[in-house]
Protein backbone atom coordinates (compact mmCIF):
# COMPACT_ATOMS: atom_id res chain seq x y z
CA UNK A 1 0.00 0.00 0.00
CA UNK A 2 2.51 2.22 1.20
CA UNK A 3 4.61 1.21 -2.42
CA UNK A 4 1.55 2.47 -4.39
CA UNK A 5 1.16 5.62 -2.67
CA UNK A 6 4.60 6.78 -2.96
CA UNK A 7 3.78 5.75 -7.19
CA UNK A 8 1.29 8.10 -6.76
CA UNK A 9 2.61 10.86 -4.96
CA UNK A 10 5.85 10.10 -7.42
CA UNK A 11 8.14 9.33 -4.39
CA UNK A 12 10.78 6.82 -4.76
CA UNK A 13 9.69 3.58 -1.94
CA UNK A 14 13.98 2.94 -0.95
CA UNK A 15 14.61 6.78 -0.25
CA UNK A 16 11.24 6.75 2.08
CA UNK A 17 12.53 3.71 4.04
CA UNK A 18 16.12 5.41 4.37
CA UNK A 19 14.19 8.61 5.62
CA UNK A 20 12.22 6.50 8.40
CA UNK A 21 15.47 4.80 9.35
CA UNK A 22 17.18 8.61 9.85
CA UNK A 23 14.23 9.46 11.79
CA UNK A 24 14.30 6.53 14.29
CA UNK A 25 18.53 7.53 14.71
CA UNK A 26 17.49 10.69 15.69
CA UNK A 27 14.92 9.74 18.24
CA UNK A 28 17.14 7.74 19.53
CA UNK A 29 19.98 10.31 20.11
CA UNK A 30 17.82 12.40 21.67
CA UNK A 31 16.97 9.53 24.60
CA UNK A 32 20.25 9.09 24.95
CA UNK A 33 20.98 12.78 25.73
CA UNK A 34 18.15 13.25 28.12
CA UNK A 35 19.50 9.88 29.89
CA UNK A 36 22.79 11.31 30.27
CA UNK A 37 21.27 14.18 31.93
CA UNK A 38 19.87 13.02 34.08
CA UNK A 39 22.55 10.89 35.00
CA UNK A 40 24.61 13.89 35.68
CA UNK A 41 22.10 15.52 37.62
CA UNK A 42 21.78 12.50 39.93
CA UNK A 43 25.88 12.23 40.24
CA UNK A 44 25.70 15.80 41.35
CA UNK A 45 23.22 16.00 43.74
CA UNK A 46 24.97 13.12 45.67
CA UNK A 47 28.58 14.91 45.60
CA UNK A 48 26.41 18.01 47.36
CA UNK A 49 25.06 15.21 49.77
CA UNK A 50 28.40 14.17 50.33
CA UNK A 51 29.69 17.44 51.14
CA UNK A 52 27.39 18.39 53.17
CA UNK A 53 27.34 15.37 55.39
CA UNK A 54 31.88 15.83 55.28
CA UNK A 55 32.43 19.66 55.31
CA UNK A 56 35.63 21.24 54.32
CA UNK A 57 37.67 21.57 58.52
CA UNK A 58 39.13 24.38 56.83
CA UNK A 59 36.22 26.02 55.84
CA UNK A 60 34.59 28.39 58.63
CA UNK A 61 31.20 27.07 59.67
CA UNK A 62 30.24 30.78 60.57
CA UNK A 63 30.16 32.09 57.13
CA UNK A 64 27.02 29.67 56.81
CA UNK A 65 25.39 30.01 60.06
CA UNK A 66 22.40 27.85 59.18
CA UNK A 67 24.94 25.02 58.61
CA UNK A 68 23.60 22.29 60.90
CA UNK A 69 27.09 21.47 61.96
CA UNK A 70 27.80 24.63 62.92
CA UNK A 71 24.59 25.01 64.83
CA UNK A 72 25.37 21.61 66.55
CA UNK A 73 28.33 22.87 68.22
CA UNK A 74 28.28 23.24 72.11
CA UNK A 75 28.12 27.05 72.99
CA UNK A 76 29.62 28.93 74.75
CA UNK A 77 28.60 32.77 77.09
CA UNK A 78 30.99 35.57 76.29
CA UNK A 79 31.02 38.43 78.07
CA UNK A 80 33.19 41.26 77.98
CA UNK A 81 36.40 40.96 80.98
CA UNK A 82 35.52 44.83 82.19
CA UNK A 83 31.38 44.58 81.95
CA UNK A 84 31.04 48.08 83.48
CA UNK A 85 33.61 50.02 81.38
CA UNK A 86 32.16 52.38 78.45
CA UNK A 87 33.20 51.22 75.39
CA UNK A 88 34.13 53.47 71.78
CA UNK A 89 34.66 52.83 68.60
CA UNK A 90 37.45 51.16 68.23
CA UNK A 91 38.08 50.07 71.79
CA UNK A 92 39.90 46.23 72.33
CA UNK A 93 37.02 44.38 74.04
CA UNK A 94 38.69 41.45 75.73
CA UNK A 95 36.37 38.53 76.14
CA UNK A 96 36.02 36.15 78.74
CA UNK A 97 34.42 33.06 78.74
CA UNK A 98 31.82 30.91 81.53
CA UNK A 99 33.08 28.96 82.84
CA UNK A 100 36.39 30.37 82.31
CA UNK A 101 38.57 27.61 81.51
CA UNK A 102 36.89 26.84 78.24
CA UNK A 103 38.34 29.95 76.95
CA UNK A 104 41.96 29.05 77.75
CA UNK A 105 44.18 28.98 74.40
CA UNK A 106 40.88 29.61 72.21
CA UNK A 107 40.97 31.61 69.14
CA UNK A 108 37.76 33.09 67.57
CA UNK A 109 37.02 32.06 64.02
CA UNK A 110 36.60 35.25 61.69
CA UNK A 111 33.83 35.56 59.15
CA UNK A 112 32.54 38.24 55.97
CA UNK A 113 29.97 39.16 57.51
CA UNK A 114 31.19 40.40 61.30
CA UNK A 115 32.37 43.20 59.34
CA UNK A 116 29.17 44.48 57.67
CA UNK A 117 27.35 43.99 61.38
CA UNK A 118 30.14 46.43 62.86
CA UNK A 119 32.91 44.26 64.46
CA UNK A 120 36.43 42.94 63.67
CA UNK A 121 38.28 40.30 65.62
CA UNK A 122 41.25 40.27 66.92
CA UNK A 123 43.87 38.07 68.37
CA UNK A 124 42.60 35.28 71.25
CA UNK A 125 39.55 36.28 72.63
CA UNK A 126 39.35 40.47 71.28
CA UNK A 127 37.13 41.84 69.37
CA UNK A 128 36.73 45.70 68.41
CA UNK A 129 33.69 47.42 67.66
CA UNK A 130 33.45 49.82 64.50
CA UNK A 131 30.23 50.99 64.70
CA UNK A 132 28.15 52.73 67.47
CA UNK A 133 25.48 52.42 68.87
CA UNK A 134 23.59 48.41 70.09
CA UNK A 135 25.45 46.21 68.31
CA UNK A 136 24.85 42.08 68.74
CA UNK A 137 27.70 40.15 68.42
CA UNK A 138 26.85 36.96 66.76
CA UNK A 139 27.38 33.46 67.29
CA UNK A 140 31.15 32.73 66.67
CA UNK A 141 33.05 29.42 66.49
CA UNK A 142 35.75 28.53 68.71
CA UNK A 143 38.93 26.97 67.17
CA UNK A 144 41.71 25.19 69.84
CA UNK A 145 45.41 25.59 69.30
CA UNK A 146 45.25 22.40 66.51
CA UNK A 147 42.93 24.46 64.81
CA UNK A 148 39.61 22.28 65.26
CA UNK A 149 35.97 24.05 65.74
CA UNK A 150 34.84 22.95 69.11
CA UNK A 151 32.46 25.05 70.35
CA UNK A 152 30.57 28.43 69.40
CA UNK A 153 29.75 31.49 71.36
CA UNK A 154 26.41 32.81 72.12
CA UNK A 155 25.21 35.90 70.70
CA UNK A 156 26.19 38.97 72.94
CA UNK A 157 25.09 42.81 72.34
CA UNK A 158 27.09 45.83 74.00
CA UNK A 159 27.00 49.33 73.44
CA UNK A 160 29.32 51.26 71.48
CA UNK A 161 29.75 55.04 71.70
CA UNK A 162 31.49 57.18 69.66
CA UNK A 163 34.90 58.68 70.05
CA UNK A 164 34.06 61.95 68.36
CA UNK A 165 33.06 64.71 70.76
CA UNK A 166 29.18 65.41 71.05
CA UNK A 167 30.53 69.32 71.38
CA UNK A 168 32.42 69.28 68.26
CA UNK A 169 30.82 71.61 65.49
CA UNK A 170 32.13 69.26 62.61
CA UNK A 171 32.27 66.01 63.63
CA UNK A 172 33.08 64.40 59.89
CA UNK A 173 35.47 66.25 59.81
CA UNK A 174 39.50 65.26 61.14
CA UNK A 175 40.62 67.46 63.48
CA UNK A 176 43.49 70.08 62.31
CA UNK A 177 46.90 69.00 62.96
CA UNK A 178 48.89 69.98 66.01
CA UNK A 179 52.19 71.90 66.16
CA UNK A 180 54.83 69.90 68.21
CA UNK A 181 54.52 70.84 72.09
CA UNK A 182 58.32 71.37 73.92
CA UNK A 183 58.26 69.35 76.86
CA UNK A 184 60.40 70.81 79.63
CA UNK A 185 62.81 68.67 81.29
CA UNK A 186 63.11 69.27 84.87
CA UNK A 187 66.08 71.06 86.13
CA UNK A 188 66.78 68.35 89.25
CA UNK A 189 67.44 65.59 86.47
CA UNK A 190 69.44 67.88 83.95
CA UNK A 191 72.23 68.56 86.57
CA UNK A 192 71.99 64.78 88.04
CA UNK A 193 72.35 63.83 84.61
CA UNK A 194 74.96 65.80 83.76
CA UNK A 195 76.86 64.88 86.94
CA UNK A 196 76.70 61.42 85.94
CA UNK A 197 78.19 62.29 82.60
CA UNK A 198 81.27 64.42 83.74
CA UNK A 199 81.93 61.81 86.26
CA UNK A 200 81.91 58.71 83.37
CA UNK A 201 84.00 61.10 81.16
CA UNK A 202 86.41 61.61 84.35
CA UNK A 203 86.87 58.00 84.94
CA UNK A 204 86.89 56.91 81.50
CA UNK A 205 89.48 59.76 80.60
CA UNK A 206 91.53 58.48 83.68
CA UNK A 207 91.91 54.70 82.55
CA UNK A 208 92.28 55.90 79.15
CA UNK A 209 95.45 57.93 80.37
CA UNK A 210 96.80 55.14 82.23
CA UNK A 211 96.34 52.58 79.61
CA UNK A 212 98.59 54.71 77.88
CA UNK A 213 101.12 55.25 79.73
CA UNK A 214 101.21 51.39 80.78
CA UNK A 215 101.75 51.03 77.08
CA UNK A 216 104.09 53.48 77.17
CA UNK A 217 106.32 52.00 79.77
CA UNK A 218 106.04 48.89 78.59
CA UNK A 219 107.87 50.23 75.55
CA UNK A 220 110.46 51.55 77.36
CA UNK A 221 113.75 49.44 78.27
CA UNK A 222 113.85 48.25 81.62
CA UNK A 223 115.79 50.40 84.04
CA UNK A 224 119.18 48.11 85.31
CA UNK A 225 118.66 46.89 88.95
CA UNK A 226 120.19 47.97 91.40
CA UNK A 227 123.34 45.95 92.21
CA UNK A 228 122.63 43.82 95.48
CA UNK A 229 125.86 44.83 97.57
CA UNK A 230 124.81 48.83 97.65
CA UNK A 231 121.43 48.00 98.70
CA UNK A 232 122.93 45.82 101.38
CA UNK A 233 125.19 48.06 102.33
CA UNK A 234 122.32 50.90 102.54
CA UNK A 235 120.57 48.86 104.84
CA UNK A 236 123.81 48.58 107.56
CA UNK A 237 124.50 52.57 106.96
CA UNK A 238 120.41 53.13 107.86
CA UNK A 239 120.47 50.33 110.74
CA UNK A 240 123.63 52.81 111.99
CA UNK A 241 122.12 55.53 112.10
CA UNK A 242 118.48 54.34 113.91
CA UNK A 243 120.14 55.39 116.88
CA UNK A 244 119.49 51.85 118.53
CA UNK A 245 123.36 51.77 120.47
CA UNK A 246 122.48 54.96 122.15
CA UNK A 247 119.13 53.60 123.77
CA UNK A 248 121.18 50.41 124.69
CA UNK A 249 119.01 48.37 122.52
CA UNK A 250 121.82 46.16 121.12
CA UNK A 251 119.84 42.88 120.54
CA UNK A 252 118.21 44.68 118.35
CA UNK A 253 121.53 46.07 116.82
CA UNK A 254 123.08 42.70 116.57
CA UNK A 255 119.75 41.34 115.35
CA UNK A 256 119.63 43.42 112.70
CA UNK A 257 123.54 42.88 111.24
CA UNK A 258 122.51 39.12 111.34
CA UNK A 259 119.56 39.72 109.27
CA UNK A 260 120.88 42.01 106.80
CA UNK A 261 123.63 39.74 106.15
CA UNK A 262 121.25 36.82 105.93
CA UNK A 263 119.58 38.08 103.14
CA UNK A 264 122.73 39.29 101.44
CA UNK A 265 124.01 35.95 101.46
CA UNK A 266 120.84 34.33 100.82
CA UNK A 267 119.86 36.50 97.62
CA UNK A 268 123.65 36.26 96.42
CA UNK A 269 124.21 32.50 96.32
CA UNK A 270 120.70 31.53 96.11
CA UNK A 271 119.33 30.12 98.84
CA UNK A 272 117.06 30.19 101.95
CA UNK A 273 119.17 31.84 104.36
CA UNK A 274 116.45 33.84 106.57
CA UNK A 275 115.08 30.86 107.84
CA UNK A 276 118.80 29.07 108.83
CA UNK A 277 120.43 29.23 111.68
CA UNK A 278 124.39 30.23 111.94
CA UNK A 279 125.56 26.70 111.57
CA UNK A 280 123.51 25.79 108.73
CA UNK A 281 124.28 28.75 107.29
CA UNK A 282 127.85 28.08 107.52
CA UNK A 283 127.41 24.74 105.67
CA UNK A 284 125.71 25.87 103.19
CA UNK A 285 128.48 28.89 102.28
CA UNK A 286 131.35 25.55 102.37
CA UNK A 287 129.02 23.72 99.90
CA UNK A 288 129.59 26.17 97.31
CA UNK A 289 133.08 25.95 97.16
CA UNK A 290 135.69 28.18 94.46
CA UNK A 291 132.73 31.18 95.42
CA UNK A 292 134.29 32.30 98.56
CA UNK A 293 137.74 31.53 99.86
CA UNK A 294 139.04 30.01 103.20
CA UNK A 295 140.22 33.27 104.89
CA UNK A 296 136.43 34.96 103.80
CA UNK A 297 134.54 31.93 105.61
CA UNK A 298 136.62 32.22 108.52
CA UNK A 299 135.70 35.97 108.67
CA UNK A 300 131.91 35.21 107.83
CA UNK A 301 132.20 32.62 110.54
CA UNK A 302 133.80 34.42 113.49
CA UNK A 303 131.48 37.08 112.83
CA UNK A 304 128.15 35.40 113.07
CA UNK A 305 129.60 33.78 116.49
CA UNK A 306 130.05 37.31 117.57
CA UNK A 307 126.22 38.08 116.74
CA UNK A 308 125.12 35.02 118.61
CA UNK A 309 126.56 35.65 121.45
CA UNK A 310 124.44 38.91 121.97
CA UNK A 311 121.73 37.17 120.35
CA UNK A 312 120.66 34.62 122.67
CA UNK A 313 122.87 35.46 126.47
CA UNK A 314 122.07 38.47 128.17
CA UNK A 315 126.27 39.15 127.44
CA UNK A 316 126.39 43.47 127.14
CA UNK A 317 129.12 44.01 124.73
CA UNK A 318 130.68 47.58 124.36
CA UNK A 319 129.79 50.42 121.81
CA UNK A 320 132.99 49.63 120.19
CA UNK A 321 132.43 46.04 119.65
CA UNK A 322 129.16 47.02 118.28
CA UNK A 323 130.32 49.33 116.16
CA UNK A 324 133.47 46.57 114.91
CA UNK A 325 131.07 44.19 114.02
CA UNK A 326 128.72 46.98 111.62
CA UNK A 327 132.57 47.48 109.97
CA UNK A 328 133.16 43.79 109.53
CA UNK A 329 129.33 43.11 108.18
CA UNK A 330 130.42 45.67 105.50
CA UNK A 331 134.01 44.32 104.69
CA UNK A 332 132.35 41.16 104.03
CA UNK A 333 129.82 42.96 101.55
CA UNK A 334 132.29 44.38 99.92
CA UNK A 335 134.56 41.42 99.45
CA UNK A 336 132.73 39.05 98.94
CA UNK A 337 129.99 40.95 96.13
CA UNK A 338 129.42 39.97 92.73
CA UNK A 339 132.70 40.55 90.44
CA UNK A 340 130.57 42.35 87.32
CA UNK A 341 129.39 45.32 90.23
CA UNK A 342 131.67 48.31 90.25
CA UNK A 343 133.24 48.60 93.92
CA UNK A 344 132.25 51.24 96.01
CA UNK A 345 134.78 54.68 96.23
CA UNK A 346 133.50 55.86 99.70
CA UNK A 347 131.76 54.21 102.55
CA UNK A 348 128.51 54.93 103.23
CA UNK A 349 129.17 55.50 106.99
CA UNK A 350 132.58 57.37 108.34
CA UNK A 351 132.27 54.97 111.24
CA UNK A 352 135.40 56.30 113.03
CA UNK A 353 133.12 59.29 113.43
CA UNK A 354 130.07 56.99 114.84
CA UNK A 355 132.40 55.47 117.31
CA UNK A 356 133.31 59.01 118.52
CA UNK A 357 129.81 59.72 118.78
CA UNK A 358 129.01 56.71 120.42
CA UNK A 359 131.77 57.53 123.12
CA UNK A 360 130.67 60.37 123.65
CA UNK A 361 127.05 59.53 123.79
CA UNK A 362 125.79 61.88 121.39
CA UNK A 363 123.40 60.51 118.36
Not at 133 to 138: A, C, D, N, S, V
Not at 154 to 181: C, G, H, R, W, Y
Not at 266 to 293: C, N
Amino acid sequence: MATRWCGIFGQDPAKENKSSVLRAQAKNLRVLGLLCTCALSLSAAQVSMVYAQDPDPNQSPSSAPADATFLALPTVNVQPMEAAKTYFVGDRVVLRTEPAEVGDQMQLVPNDQLFDQGWTIGAGLVVVPIKTGQLTLPSIGLKNTQGQLVARTNPMTLQVQSAINKDDPKPQEPAAVQPPVRVGFPLLWTIIISVLALALITVLGVWLFRRIQAVRRSRMPPKPERPLHESILDELSALATRGLLQKGEYKKYYFGISEILKKYFGRRFDFDALESTSAELMHSLRERAGLLSAAQLDSISELFERLDIVKFTDHQPSESDAVSCLEQARKIVEETRARTEPALNQPLVDYSKLSQSVERGQP
